[in-house]
């Protein structure tokens, strides 16, 4: 069975970068699509970005608009999501994702595995 553990989150002015890691434990997951998903309060559940299994290919929802990078380390069982220019809108609950397939979605229904979340407050 899988834990994926997040870190990095914090308090940030806008503007700011945080650099959120989310690290598998109990078995690799070098061969899974990883995704970021994000909630705010009184909001639904709302994805982030993605990447393939091998790095090759990202993806990222229209409001990212260039400020985050998804990135993978296969050898240290570890995803990445480098975040700039961050705005007070997105303060929310981030958690990492690990896909049923190599590829990734954008829909939470395609992962099977979820990390318990990190805090990510930006304050204007």
């Known amino acids: 069975q899988v834990q994926l553990v997040e870190s990095g989150g914090g308090l940030v002015q806008a503007g700011g970068s945080l650099r959120l890691s989310c690290t598998a434990f109990?078995?690799?997951?070098?061969?899974?699509?990883m995704g970021w998903f994000r909630q705010a309060p009184g909001k639904e559940r709302e994805w982030v970005s993605t990447?393939?299994?091998?790095?090759?290919?990202?993806y990222y929802a229209d409001f990212v608009n260039g400020r985050f990078t998804i990135s993978r380390d296969n050898a240290k069982n570890t995803v990445y999501l480098q975040m700039n220019s961050l705005r007070p809108e997105d303060t929310a609950v981030y958690y990492c994702a690990g896909d049923k397939g190599p590829n990734g979605s954008t829909w939470h229904g395609d992962y099977d595995v979820w990390g318990q979340g990190t805090q990510v407050t930006v304050s204007s």
């Open positions: 109990g078995r690799t997951i070098s061969t899974n699509g």
């Open positions: 990447i393939e299994w091998n790095g090759r290919h990202q």
